[in-house]
């Protein structure tokens, strides 16, 4: 447990692990939290395993652990590392195997007062518009191997040109316009489909359009309070009560598989080149070896699909409110706010030791929030946005709040232009399943004016809200530490669980 280590408070949510604490770390560690979500790390390996990454070669700065932070596979969920791009390693421990996982939002001009009445047929619609659930897969809308090939090459783009599947205007509203990578240096190899194996492609065919299981979810949900007017103006967020659409899922079984073929092919890389790893979850290459250059190949053929998969999502969630309200989801203005990854690398720029360098970003369970009016990170963020900063979402769980973002200049010397993704896991999915029973979960719900609709009563109760930590607590650490500024407070009244 992470209990034993060393933490020595440097300001106000902000605690240091110095990098004396073990002879093998080449970075110290910091840890943004407030006493309370603190102690739920020292529960579990989160420190522990943040110590480990601030052992892998070519680590730069500081190794950042964020308020939503807990133990995952190899790498903390919330942990954020920048690795030298030449000299460092890229871990696909350090994205986990939900490549590209990711949050959607959508506004409409509807109040509160239209939905309610029919937010039970508009929940139902969209559950049968959306496959959810474990293994979900469309039956209505099936790609063919070479549309697959090209939808992970083209990303969202092509969803929307090639079927329809959303407003042509759409992909300048998604981090790197729903294609990765979208800025062609020639430093990151280009997404490559023959690199994906036949039974990663197999299982992603017929789920581009589907929310998965685990926390994944779609939420019907009102604003609440909004704290930045003019920010939330921006993004289409007018006023309380108003009606918008969070989606939260990814690259699906497409990415889970690339995830899986590719840490058996690093873990022969640790061997091949020598690499000390305290964990062999932490299974990496040397950034500059072919092994690194294959596995990116691939991971943005995932990155692509899971924008893909967004896209079409939304498209069918436009459909469906078309159909419960009789009008065109133009004349609902069901524009997307933004799309934002939080399980990726990035080959980025940040500021070390004074210098501009060039580093593969990995956030894991990390949301990038770059500040706007700031030289090079600005060309990356939606003109629209640009003098404000990136739109950054944060999910609840079913019967808690999400929040709308937004950049802060902090973030880029915090945690290299991250924030964090969502509430935090606190219980195990088992521990949930014993403690809860699927209709009182569903029964709690609808006493708070949440109507949920489920795959399985088991995936309900695995996603019980107290089975999260508090986002608002998360969110307020995350403001006051200068992580990301709070622009908007939702909340749940309808919600499609995977």
Not at 97 to 110: P, S
Not at 117 to 122: A, M, T, V
Not at 354 to 374: D, I, L, N, Q, Y
Not at 433 to 453: A, H, N
Request: contains cysteine; proline residues 5%.
């Amino acid at each position: 447990m992470s209990a034993r280590i060393p933490l020595q408070r440097v300001a106000s949510n902000v605690w240091l692990i110095p990098q004396d604490f073990r002879s093998d770390m080449k970075a110290p560690v910091y840890v943004y939290a407030s006493e309370k979500l603190l102690q739920k790390m020292l529960g579990d390996r989160t420190l522990v395993q943040a110590v480990n990454v601030s052992t892998l070669p070519g680590v730069m700065k500081h190794v950042a652990v964020l308020p939503d932070a807990h133990e995952g596979y190899g790498f903390p969920i919330g942990g954020v590392a920048a690795m030298d791009a030449t000299e460092g390693v890229v871990s696909p421990g350090g994205v986990g195997y939900d490549i590209n996982c990711g949050v959607r939002l959508m506004v409409t001009n509807l109040h509160v007062k239209d939905v309610l009445p029919k937010i039970r047929e508009l929940i139902n619609t969209i559950f049968l518009n959306v496959p959810a659930g474990l293994g979900s897969r469309r039956s209505d809308f099936r790609v063919t191997h070479s549309d697959l090939d090209k939808i992970v090459l083209e990303g969202a783009r092509y969803i929307i040109d090639k079927y329809g599947l959303g407003w042509s205007d759409d992909y300048k509203y998604i981090e790197e316009e729903g294609a990765y990578p979208r800025h062609k240096s020639g430093d990151i190899p280009d997404p490559d489909p023959s690199i994906v194996s036949r039974e990663a492609k197999s299982r992603g065919e017929a789920q581009i359009g589907t929310l998965g299981s685990g926390n994944h979810f779609l939420e019907i949900q009102k604003v609440e309070k909004i704290f930045d007017p003019s920010v939330a103006k921006v993004m289409g967020i007018y006023e309380e009560g108003q009606i918008t659409v969070l989606i939260h899922t990814g690259s699906r079984g497409y990415g889970h598989q690339i995830c899986s073929d590719f840490l058996r092919v690093m873990e022969r890389a640790v061997s091949k080149y020598d690499i000390r790893l305290p964990d062999r979850e932490l299974a990496c290459a040397p950034a500059s070896s072919p092994e690194a250059a294959q596995y990116l190949k691939a991971f943005g053929c995932a990155v692509n699909f899971a924008f893909a998969n967004r896209q079409a999502i939304s498209h069918w969630v436009r459909q469906s409110f078309e159909h419960v309200f009789k009008q065109s989801s133009d004349s609902l203005s069901m524009k997307i706010v933004y799309d934002v990854a939080h399980n990726i690398v990035k080959l980025e720029k940040h500021k070390v030791d004074g210098e501009m360098r060039s580093v593969f970003v990995h956030r894991k369970g990390a949301t990038r929030s770059f500040p706007g009016k700031v030289e090079y990170y600005s060309d990356m963020i939606p003109i629209s946005y640009r003098d404000y900063g990136q739109p950054v979402f944060l999910p609840g769980s079913m019967g808690t709040a999400s929040w709308v973002l937004i950049g802060d200049p902090n973030s880029l010397q915090l945690s290299f232009g991250s924030t964090a993704h969502g509430a935090g896991r606190q219980m195990s999915r088992a521990s949930a399943k014993r403690q809860y029973r699927g209709d009182s979960v569903v029964r709690l719900l609808e006493s708070k004016g949440i109507y949920v609709k489920g795959d399985t009563m088991d995936t309900i109760v695995e996603e019980v809200p107290d089975a999260y930590k508090d986002p608002d607590e998360v969110v307020e650490v995350a403001h006051q530490v200068g992580l990301s500024r709070k622009v908007a407070r939702l909340v749940p009244l309808g919600v499609v669980k995977g």
